[in-house]
């Protein structure tokens, strides 16, 4: 369930090589900035529509489109034909694979987006992996830290996956999709080709193939400081 392979086809990015020796698939993350600093060959072979800010650290491939208003921080790794449409915000240590969609106002930072991965509109994707053909609709929210600022851990089966990670948001497998204005608590795992309904608060695993829908009345209890 939570093997790169259980999640994602190894042909759907052109850096595999970031699970060499991986047995989790968040151990990933950590090796986002490592590996763009020793690979990353800067270069801007896309198609510039206005004015965008491109930093120094950055590489995007041919076919691409960026248009007015996308700020691109990096060190980042942009594939071929995507499309960056205005207000999208790029920061550190970013893979994003080809053809795929970077929506108005989105935010993403040490992530990984593999080949025809969309995120059209509105949604923050901060330390997280979203697999081949993934899709989050408008507003979605990959929330990457606990409000304790503790570990994230994963539980599964009655067993306990630490991960060594303070800030973890998701991973989406193949073809999994999530709806409008959801949100994925730190650390939630979508198996291949899931779905989550519009306006799930969502935490956990959800099994591939499966589908999360409907929110209960909120549960009251007393916070604890």
């Known amino acids: 369930m939570f093997t790169p392979t259980d999640l994602f086809d190894p042909a759907g990015t052109e850096h595999w090589s970031l699970f060499a020796d991986v047995q989790y698939a968040w151990e990933v993350l950590p090796k986002i900035a490592p590996y763009l600093k020793t690979h990353l060959k800067p270069g801007i072979h896309a198609h510039i529509v206005g004015q965008p800010f ?6 995007v491939g041919p076919g691409t489109r960026i248009d007015p208003g996308v ?3 990096g060190p980042a790794w ?14 550190e240590n970013v893979i994003i694979g080809n053809d795929c969609i970077v929506g108005n106002s989105c935010e993403f930072k040490n992530s990984l987006l593999f080949n025809k991965s969309q995120v059209p509109h509105f949604s923050y994707v901060g330390d997280s992996i979203l697999g081949v053909g993934s899709h989050l609709g408008a507003g979605v929210i990959c929330s990457n830290l606990k409000l304790q600022g503790t570990e994230v851990v994963i539980y599964h089966e009655g067993k306990k996956y630490p991960t060594g990670l303070r800030k973890f948001g998701a991973i989406l497998g193949d073809q999994a999709e999530v709806g409008c204005n959801s949100v994925l608590n730190p650390g939630s795992i979508l198996g ?6 519009p306006g799930v608060q969502w935490r956990g695993i ?3 193939q499966s589908v999360a829908k409907g929110n209960g009345l909120p549960q009251i209890v007393k916070r604890h400081s």
């Not at 291949?192 to 309904?197: A, E, K, T, V």
């Open 192 to 197: 291949r080709s899931s779905l989550i309904y």
């Open 71 to 73: 700020v691109i921080i």
């Open 54 to 59: 491109i930093g120094e650290r950055v590489y």
């Open 78 to 91: 942009i594939g071929s034909g995507c499309h960056l449409r205005p207000g999208a915000y790029i920061r």
């Open 206 to 208: 959800l099994p591939a």
